[in-house]
């Protein structure tokens, strides 16, 4: 995830694979890691529930720190990427079935 290549629509966008960048959540906004990870209003919850338990608001600048901090930290911010992952997998998925 924090690589940026995956399912993001921005990266996907690059190779033609989606016709478009942007978030389909946040108006002209590319859905990039970034994005999704630390501002995707789709993951709020997700990502409050991560800053509870690291006890502090993520941000690019923090987040290595922060998820290597204990293990509890890790595992959240594992679990974390896995459920926004998995759901913009799924998204692609439903997109190119529909496209076909």
Known sequence: MLSGHNCFRAYLHRFKRDDSPECPSCP?????????????????????????????RIQPETLVEAMLSTK??????STFATEVLTDLRSIERRRARDNN
């Open 28 to 56: 002209e906004k590319p859905e990039d890691a970034e994005h999704v990870f630390f501002m995707c209003s789709r993951f709020n919850l997700q990502r409050e529930e991560l800053e509870t338990i690291l006890n502090q």
């Open 72 to 77: 509890a930290a890790w595992n959240a911010t």
